[in-house]
């Protein structure tokens, strides 16, 4: 028994958020690893419960305690289903920070994690130059920082997943430069486009796809210069500090123009935050305003695209189709209909639904990397739909969902390939071979 | 529970693991603290928790249990809102999470065999290919499970027309406290012998654990179409619900608001009711192409008489999730009113729709609580829900004292203390009000032929303090006769 | 004595009680101290000759007196009755406001609705396929000791303790005497009809009526039956092996599309004949069914199988083949959505080649194999000596059920010795 005076209470920020939730049980069957483990602990419930029993003093903040709420791959599903309106996603995002000290973290780990989180992924020329590198040391101790327990036992095992997620370098990287892409006709409107960290050196080409197709629609199509990440792996981890550091410079950067251009953005997990700047920055007197003005000009590209009515190309892809709805798009910014509407608009291609869309496939920014068991179980459950659905390709929204499940199709080795939304439509502008 | 017998069953941890493996055994705190509550206002502390896979492992854990005279508990997704999930005696809780398959579906016979796990949205989803469904449809339905559901004899908005778990369920497998394993039931819909399966349903796992359900499938619907009405009075809405039952219909679905829930409503999704009105109706007609639309027009004839605001009817699947949308957000709607919500549940005969509602706002009006109505008005189903602030010294106490008061006056109105959520420890010593003690007893004198250890989910059902506690008076009652037990 | 309290040709030792309300009811048991007596509650004694042979029998409890509609809320579809209301009076007053209760029985002019559920009768009406069970919402009973309870009430939605009406329908009278039942009503259909249609195959009665539970048709009542039921209710069609019935009703239109879903499915099968009758002839159809129970009472063999749709199938093939074997002429009416049979034939004067007691075991292996149950409701009393009429019953079932008599009837003063829980 652990003695009152010894049990840490977290100062939660806002209470009433806590003790919105009346344990109804709505959120289970929307939670990916209450699905996968059928455990109370691993439910946002149960998570909740525990914040709660920290919070009156019931309960320590033990390793296993912490355990619990880092298995949470902060899909925000949950959300999307709770009937009393709980924001989980700020109660889960708050209790990470307040734990963040409360972890007993070695000086390596704790040096990796100021390398990687706050200096590496930021900085878009040190992560560049990492990139090309594959600077294997790095990245290991990036997964040490993120996840402590039991570290020597699963070190390999996330070395591994590591590796395995290292996505392939894809054409030459998107600098974000201040750049503009016209129209070929006269542009309707001008928008601003996000390019963030690790997708522009990566995925360039998938930007480029995203950046012709709004061409395709009319709009000019500005790279604002000095953006970067938007800082959601490191709310995501607890370092809600240099997240809002982040959100300062990029509603900087992107105010530079008219300071009402749509800001498109074509990852949704950084949607998902650049619209939560508002509430990040609640409590910065210079920045609130300014955030919560940036956060309305955010706009998902598949969202942007669908309501500007773009009209495909003539290029027919006949092919089945499937699509995972990426969490922070779904959940958070609410955009479900969208990307099916802009498949469905596809000249031969075969929609079908894939069971389970809306829950999450394991991914979660670096959760993919820290907790490798439980990404790859919730995955497991995702390849199995996709395998029944028949799909040939599988669209998705997001560049973390995208690694997924490619990485999972890899691995059960089926023929099922991985696209954006907005690959597909780009394949129908360009003549069919 | 005392020291020594929680000492008791942690040493049996080690026997359990051998039973259901060891990673399904779960006794750390953090563990033991989210098996505390379920979707009531009531908590109780268990010393462990099981996920068996089986009815054989599940019959293990009953001998070993029984052996040491420890309390059971069975578990679903714990959204129950009567506390029936609850461990009010601590010892062992065998959550049902991983017994969630659906083993069976015969199309043909229209039948399903499910492990009680299985969630009951899922079998409806599962088995829709085939153009069938499951129709009792709690709203809870996402979540909660056959199993939990076999427990309540849960119903939901569509059991006006379709009845309630128990019309719905053929047979199961059981396992009894005394750990055997058998029957009540197959998949026939008739047999002989006393309805075991029938009495099992509703009893708030307090006979039986249920590891397999044989339930009967509907086919799904040829058309189906909803209608919003809008009414200035509840009176008037009342009188069209009395209207539309009198002519002979029974709609799917017969849904009420308030104007509470209304403005709540309209507050948070903007369900677009028009202003000023008093009460809501919902109606779902579904079945016959051409019965429902002889329906609807009657129903909207009826309406009419009584001066709608407004009458809106939608027969696609989108348009009828819209005119949903504002009573399926109605609850999380209160929780921007208040911190929390106590959402009464309690039957009444529905001509008294009128009298027990103007009841019920004078009591919200003398306590000072905003009491929002949202009732199946078709089968006169209310959940009056009160609204509070559990951190507020008293208030607890308080709309615990009002939720039984609003049940007072519907038993006193023919009615009955609860219509789909189950007695469990919210209500049991509300049992009084409806039944006399020889009724009780004779209760008492079923779990008794079930088991006389009293092991399988105690303290719930019965007032504290009665109940079948007292073995001795609940026989006099079968043995003496009237009287005998007072 | 009456005639009516006979029972396996047994008069009651004391003679007979007629209680006219409750508390008059639970006197006539409290009264009844020495253990060794035995009562037996009657109603309208249609379903008397049910159950193995009573061993003794002291006092016939007749309900028939008990007879009022206690309460009848047209607006909430509800009535509240006596257990020894006729199910014939029910049905006119309900019927006056449009109502109706889904539950029908043989003789509905004796027959008590308190007997009917107590012994399960067996009814075509099934709408939505639903049991007689599901339209009682509440019952009193009077326990052996003569203590007066209740439970449910007449709300149609009620999860308030244990549903303990459900003990005594299918109960026999052997846990408490019903007093008063909580019904839950349906409101008559504007129009209805009976599509009949004249088949030469069992394969055609099974996928004819799969198809039509397929459909979007919603049968009041849908039964099979062979043309020595047909002979016997003084039907005048053309011989056909099978004839199968499907009772359809509801308003104008809705009825005329289900009559002619019916008649487009029938297209795609070889009938023999086919035939639409219309409201009041439908009902007398469906009567002179209904109140068919198989030929001289004295002599006659019922047996009621419980299967499931599918199953019936083989198990309807199995049986006509044996019976076509051993030349026994048997009727036999199925109602296969419901997944239930019943047949008839003469237990004394038959033209079988085989003994009675082996055809009666023989059918009984056929049921059996084709993992249904059989109970043989009506025998012939000298049959009944050491025959389970009951059938097999899961060893955990039996025992728990044998669990509740003890609990409720210590002495067995209600029913002794005729009840499946009473078997050894």
């Known amino acids: 028994m652990v003695e009152a005076q010894e049990i840490l209470k977290l100062p939660w920020l806002n209470e009433s958020e806590l003790y919105k939730c009346v344990h109804c049980g709505f959120c289970l069957q929307a939670c990916p690893t209450y699905l996968t483990t059928g455990l109370e602990t691993e439910s946002p419930r149960g998570r909740i419960a525990l914040m709660k029993a920290v919070n009156e003093g019931r309960l320590e903040i033990s390793d296993q305690v912490m355990r619990h709420w880092d298995l949470c791959i902060q899909c925000r599903a949950c959300e999307d289903v709770c009937p009393s309106g709980v924001p989980y996603g700020n109660l889960i995002e708050s209790t990470m920070d307040q734990i963040r000290d409360h972890r007993k973290i070695g000086f390596i780990p704790r040096l990796a994690y100021e390398i990687s989180l706050r200096h590496l992924i930021p900085n878009q020329r040190n992560l560049a130059i990492v990139v090309s590198m594959m600077n294997l040391y790095v990245k290991s101790g990036l997964q040490k920082v993120v996840r402590k327990t039991k570290i020597l036992k699963l070190i390999s095992k996330r070395f591994e997943r590591l590796e395995k997620m290292t996505p392939a370098v894809n054409g030459k990287f998107f600098r974000a430069e201040g750049q503009l892409y016209t129209a070929d006709v006269e542009g309707t409107e001008t928008i601003q486009m996000l390019s963030g960290c690790v997708m522009p050196l990566t995925q360039g080409n998938q930007m480029r796809a995203a950046v012709r197709t709004l061409n395709k629609a009319n709009k000019d199509v500005e790279v604002p210069l000095n953006q970067g990440c938007c800082g959601a792996i490191n709310s995501h981890v607890g370092d809600l500090g240099k997240a809002k550091e982040l959100a300062r410079a990029n509603i900087e950067a992107f105010s530079k123009g008219s300071g009402t251009e749509p800001i498109i953005v074509n990852s949704a997990g950084c949607g998902a935050r650049m619209r939560e700047y508002g509430h990040l920055l609640s409590d910065d007197p210079d920045y609130a305003s300014k955030a919560v003005d940036f956060s309305k000009r955010v706009v998902d590209i598949n969202e942007y695209l669908d309501q500007a009515k773009l009209q495909p190309g003539e290029t027919s892809i006949p092919k089945t189709v499937t699509y995972q709805d990426s969490c922070h798009l779904a959940n958070v910014q609410k955009v479900k209909d969208a990307p099916r509407n802009l498949i469905k608009s596809i000249d031969g291609i075969d929609f079908c639904e894939l069971k389970g869309s809306n829950i999450c496939c394991g991914a979660g920014g670096t959760y993919m990397i820290t907790e490798p068991e439980m990404s790859e179980a919730v995955l497991a459950e995702k390849i199995r739909n996709l395998v029944d659905s028949g799909a040939d390709i599988i669209a998705t929204a997001n560049p973390g969902c995208f690694m997924q499940l490619d990485n999972g199709i890899k691995a059960a080795g089926i023929n099922v390939e991985v696209k954006y939304v907005t690959d597909l439509l780009d394949e129908t502008y360009t003549k069919s071979k | ?486 | 004595m009456k005639t009516k309290h006979i029972v396996d040709g047994v008069q009651p030792s004391e003679g007979a009680i007629h209680p006219k309300n409750r508390d008059e009811l639970s006197i006539a048991l409290s009264d009844v101290l020495d253990s060794d007596k035995v009562v037996v509650p009657i109603g309208g004694a249609t379903r008397l000759q049910i159950g193995a042979k009573i061993p003794k029998y002291d006092y016939a409890l007749d309900l028939s007196g008990m007879n009022q509609l206690v309460a009848h809320n047209s607006a909430d579809l509800t009535c509240v009755a006596q257990a020894g209301a006729t199910l014939k009076s029910l049905q006119d007053v309900l019927k006056e406001q449009g109502q109706f209760l889904a539950i029908d029985a043989a003789f509905p002019e004796q027959a008590t609705i308190g007997g009917i559920l107590a012994s399960n009768a067996p009814g075509y009406m099934r709408w939505q396929l639903a049991h007689m069970r599901d339209m009682v919402i509440g019952m009193e009973v009077v326990l052996p000791s003569g203590t007066i309870t209740k439970s449910g009430g007449p709300v149609v939605k009620n999860v308030s303790g244990y549903d303990m009406a459900r003990l005594h329908i299918g109960g026999y009278g052997t846990l408490g005497v019903i007093s008063e039942i909580s019904f839950k009503l349906t409101p008559l259909p504007r129009r209805q009809g009976t599509f009949i249609l004249g088949f030469q195959t069992e394969n055609d009665l099974h996928n004819f009526s799969e198809e039509v539970f397929r459909s979007h048709v919603m049968p009041l009542a849908l039964a099979g039956i062979n043309s020595e039921v047909t002979k016997e209710l003084n039907l005048k069609f053309p011989a056909s092996l099978y004839l199968v019935l499907v009772r359809i009703g509801g308003r104008q239109m809705a009825f005329l599309r289900q009559k002619e879903i019916l008649s487009q499915i029938a297209n795609n099968y070889q009938y023999a004949h086919t035939e639409f009758f219309e409201e009041d002839s439908s009902d007398v159809l469906w009567e002179k069914l209904r109140d068919f129970r198989g030929y001289n009472i004295n002599t006659s063999i019922l047996g009621r199988v419980f299967s499931t749709p599918t199953r019936l199938r083989g198990l309807l093939a199995h049986i006509s083949e044996y019976l076509q074997k051993i030349e026994l002429k048997v009727a036999l009416s199925v109602q296969p959505g419901f997944g239930t049979m019943e047949f008839y034939f003469d237990g004394v004067s038959n033209s079988a080649k085989v003994d009675v007691e082996v055809i009666m075991s023989e059918i009984h292996r056929i049921v059996l194999e084709n993992n249904s149950h059989l109970n043989y409701e009506q025998l012939p009393t000298e049959l009944k000596n050491g025959f389970n009429m009951w059938g097999p019953i899961n060893r955990g079932s039996l025992d728990l059920m044998k669990s509740l008599r003890r609990t409720y009837d210590p002495t067995r003063k209600l029913n002794r010795g005729r009840y499946i829980t009473d078997s050894e």
């Open chain 2, 1 to 486: 529970m005392s020291q020594s017998e929680l000492l008791e069953i942690k040493n049996l941890v080690p026997e359990l693991k051998n039973i259901v493996g060891s990673d399904y055994v779960l006794d750390d705190k953090a563990d033991l603290l989210v098996y505390e509550y379920d979707g009531s206002i009531d908590r109780g502390n268990p010393v462990v928790i099981v996920l068996p896979q089986s009815a054989t492992e599940i019959s293990s854990v009953l001998k070993l249990a029984r052996s040491h005279s420890i309390p059971v508990v069975a578990r679903g997704a714990g959204t129950g809102l009567s506390g029936g999930a609850i461990a009010e005696h601590g010892g062992i809780v065998i959550s049902m999470a991983r017994m969630n398959k659906i083993l069976e579906v015969n199309a043909d016979d229209r039948y399903a065999i499910v492990e009680p796990g299985v969630v009951n949205l899922d079998l409806s989803t599962h088995v829709g290919p085939q153009g069938l469904y499951y129709a009792p449809d709690p709203s809870s339905q996402r979540a909660c499970t056959i199993g939990g559901n076999i427990a309540e004899n849960s119903g939901g908005p569509h059991c006006l027309a379709y009845g309630v778990t128990t019309n719905h369920v053929l047979g199961m497998e059981v396992v009894l406290a005394d750990g055997s394993v058998t029957w009540f039931g197959e998949n026939e819909r008739d047999g002989i012998g006393y309805d075991l399966r029938g009495i099992t349903i509703g009893s708030e796992g307090t006979l039986a654990i249920v590891t397999k359900i044989s339930v009967r499938l509907l086919r799904s619907p040829e058309h189906v179409k909803t209608m919003l009405m809008a009414f200035e009075t509840i009176e008037d809405a009342s009188a069209a619900v009395t209207g539309i039952i009198g002519a002979g219909m029974v709609p799917a679905a017969l849904e009420m608001m308030d104007h509470f829930c209304i403005k709540a409503a309209e507050e948070a999704v903007g369900a677009g009711y028009p202003e000023g009105a008093g009460a809501v109706l919902l109606v779902e007609l579904d079945g016959l192409f051409e019965s429902v639309e002889e329906e609807s027009d009657e129903i909207e004839a009826i309406c009419r008489e009584f001066g709608p605001l407004e009458i809106r009817v939608a027969d696609d699947a989108m348009e009828r999730e819209k005119l949903w949308s504002g009573r399926k957000g109605v609850l999380g709607a209160l929780g921007r009113l208040a911190p929390n919500y106590y959402l009464v549940d309690g039957t009444i005969p529905r001509t008294k729709l009128v009298d027990v509602l103007k009841q019920i706002n004078e009591l919200s009006e003398r306590s000072g609580y905003p009491i929002a109505n949202l009732l199946h008005a078709g089968d006169g189903n209310l959940h009056p829900s009160i609204l509070f602030d559990e951190r507020k010294p008293g208030d607890v106490e308080n709309i615990l004292a009002i939720g039984a008061e609003i049940l007072r006056i519907c038993v006193e109105s023919g009615g009955v203390l609860s219509g789909e959520h189950g007695i469990g420890l919210e209500k049991q010593d509300q049992m009084p009000l409806m039944f006399s003690d020889e009724d009780m007893a004779t209760m008492s004198l079923l779990k008794i032929a079930f088991e006389t250890e009293d092991l399988l989910n105690p303290g719930k059902v019965f007032p504290t303090g009665a109940g079948c506690g007292d073995i001795s008076q609940a026989r006099a009652i079968a043995r003496v006769g009237p009287g005998a037990y007072i």
